[in-house]
């Protein structure tokens, strides 16, 4: 018995000491993204006041606007949340460059296969120019073919 209550106690013990510093990790990791979000958000404005009309440019902008989207997508600095139907004429894009890499793959695919087998009216049109603009949020606009 005496074992079991020691044990208890003993685990109790152990247990609290990494929540405690997993909080306090947490709390790091909010203001190391707040600060990053604030910094990001100043380069992506300074950088679109200023940047040049070329395709370096655009791609530079891009990987600003993505670093930017990271590090304030974090709950602890997100304001508020916007949901698909109030952003207008935005794509949602992954915060995982592994994801984001998986799903350029697969709206190039589709925009390939599509573009080889879609009928000629307005819908198919429309939803041609969907999967293109899922693709470019997902690849960047280097890859975008008209």
Avoid: Q
Wanted: positive net charge; contains cysteine.
């Amino acid at each position: 018995m005496k074992k079991i209550i020691l044990l208890a106690l003993m685990s109790t013990f152990a247990i609290s000491g990494f929540i405690n510093e997993a909080e306090i990790k947490a709390k790091e990791t909010a203001k190391e993204n707040n600060r990053l979000c604030k910094i990001f958000i100043n380069k992506v404005d300074t950088y679109k006041a200023t940047m040049r009309n070329d395709g370096l440019a655009e791609a530079t902008l891009v990987s600003y606007e993505k670093r930017m989207d990271l590090y304030c997508a974090a709950p602890a600095v997100k304001a508020e949340v916007k949901t698909i139907a109030e952003v207008t004429g935005e794509v949602k894009t992954v915060l995982s460059l592994k994801e984001n890499a998986r799903l350029c793959n697969i709206f190039s695919n589709k925009v390939e296969t599509y573009e080889a087998t879609m009928r000629n009216d307005d819908l198919a049109k429309a939803t041609l120019i969907s999967y293109k603009e899922r693709m470019s949020s997902y690849c960047g606009t280097s890859s975008v073919r008209s």
